[in-house]
């Protein structure tokens, strides 16, 4: 509960692995403490590293309500009305820089481009998924040639703990790494963009303060929005970074971890 024993006054929660199910399911559990929460007047935020066009399934599950932040916080989009909001994308300028250094660290990197209209790559970029909406295979001087949700680079050697590491001392400051795999990729985004920033901008225009935000996830791309939040929780099976983080901890997905902790707090 909030100080003085006050209800959240809003809930944050990443998808894949917090909620989302290995299957790619949402139980119904976890749809009616969503729905619960909701009727109350609470907003839920869902906070994610998906591009929108992976969240149409999302919003038909619950609702269509609401708003969620997409690509680590590049994006806001509209659950309702399913359009983004908000972008807060990577410059071409700074993120063919970030390509260069890390090539120049990492010569078999690939990288691939994230946009609003789609998702090209590098031929060494090799999807482990059926991507969607992927628009050319070509060079990432040639792919990438407008503001970017996000750079991907990927590295078929390097566990993404090992990757994270490497690139955050090749490119430093100059934009933000971060993963949420646990294969070797490595999510970009613009500099101080994080699933963080863009929820603290929308809690301030809400007038709900960081004390009263409750929230959940399970991967390293979490970790700035659980830093953040005034109660965060960490699912089971999380990664370990993101279970030494915090002092509050949910049963994992499968055993509708978050459902549950909703359910208490909220007297569902």
Request: hydrophobic share 45%; aromatic share 6%.
């Given at each position: 509960?909030g100080?003085?024993?006050?209800?959240?006054?809003?809930?944050?929660?990443?998808l894949d692995?917090t909620?989302?199910?290995?299957d790619?399911e949402?139980?119904d559990?976890t749809?009616r403490?969503?729905?619960?929460?909701?009727?109350?007047?609470?907003?839920?935020?869902?906070?994610t590293g998906?591009?929108p066009?992976?969240?149409?399934?999302v919003a038909?599950?619950?609702?269509?309500?609401?708003?969620?932040?997409c690509a680590?916080?590049?994006?806001?989009y509209d659950l309702?009305?399913?359009?983004?909001?908000?972008?807060y994308?990577?410059?071409?300028?700074?993120?063919?820089?970030?390509?260069r250094?890390?090539?120049?660290?990492?010569?078999d990197?690939g990288?691939?481009?994230?946009?609003?209209?789609?998702?090209?790559r590098?031929?060494?970029?090799?999807?482990?998924?059926?991507?969607?909406?992927?628009?050319?295979?070509?060079?990432?001087?040639?792919?990438?040639?407008g503001?970017?949700t996000?750079l991907?680079?990927?590295h078929?050697?390097?566990?993404?703990d090992?990757?994270?590491?490497?690139?955050?001392e090749?490119?430093?400051?100059?934009?933000?790494?971060t993963?949420?795999?646990?294969?070797g990729?490595?999510?970009?985004?613009?500099a101080g963009?994080?699933?963080?920033?863009?929820?603290?901008?929308?809690?301030?225009?809400?007038?709900?303060?960081?004390?009263?935000?409750?929230?959940?996830?399970?991967?390293?791309n979490?970790l700035?929005?659980?830093?953040?939040?005034?109660h965060?929780y960490?699912?089971?099976?999380?990664?370990?970074a993101?279970?030494?983080?915090?002092?509050?901890?949910?049963?994992?997905?499968?055993?509708?971890?978050?459902?549950?902790?909703?359910?208490?707090t909220?007297d569902?």
């Amino acid at each position: 509960m909030g100080a003085g024993g006050r209800r959240p006054r809003l809930v944050a929660t990443d998808l894949d692995g917090t909620i989302v199910r290995p299957d790619g399911e949402i139980s119904d559990r976890t749809v009616r403490a969503l729905q619960g929460v909701a009727d109350l007047g609470v907003p839920v935020v869902f906070v994610t590293g998906r591009p929108p066009r992976w969240m149409a399934p999302v919003a038909e599950r619950t609702g269509h309500r609401g708003l969620a932040i997409c690509a680590n916080g590049a994006l806001v989009y509209d659950l309702h009305t399913e359009q983004v909001v908000d972008t807060y994308p990577l410059s071409v300028e700074v993120g063919l820089e970030v390509s260069r250094l890390l090539r120049a660290a990492l010569p078999d990197v690939g990288f691939a481009v994230e946009t609003a209209q789609g998702f090209s790559r590098e031929s060494s970029y090799r999807p482990r998924y059926d991507v969607g909406m992927e628009s050319a295979v070509a060079a990432v001087e040639e792919i990438f040639t407008g503001p970017a949700t996000k750079l991907l680079a990927r590295h078929e050697s390097l566990d993404a703990d090992e990757l994270l590491a490497t690139a955050r001392e090749a490119v430093g400051d100059l934009a933000e790494l971060t993963h949420s795999s646990t294969s070797g990729l490595v999510e970009i985004s613009a500099a101080g963009v994080s699933k963080a920033s863009t929820l603290a901008r929308l809690c301030e225009r809400q007038g709900v303060r960081a004390a009263d935000v409750l929230a959940f996830g399970d991967m390293p791309n979490d970790l700035p929005m659980l830093a953040w939040a005034g109660h965060a929780y960490a699912v089971a099976g999380a990664h370990p970074a993101v279970l030494a983080a915090v002092d509050r901890y949910a049963p994992g997905v499968e055993q509708d971890g978050v459902a549950r902790v909703l359910e208490a707090t909220f007297d569902l």
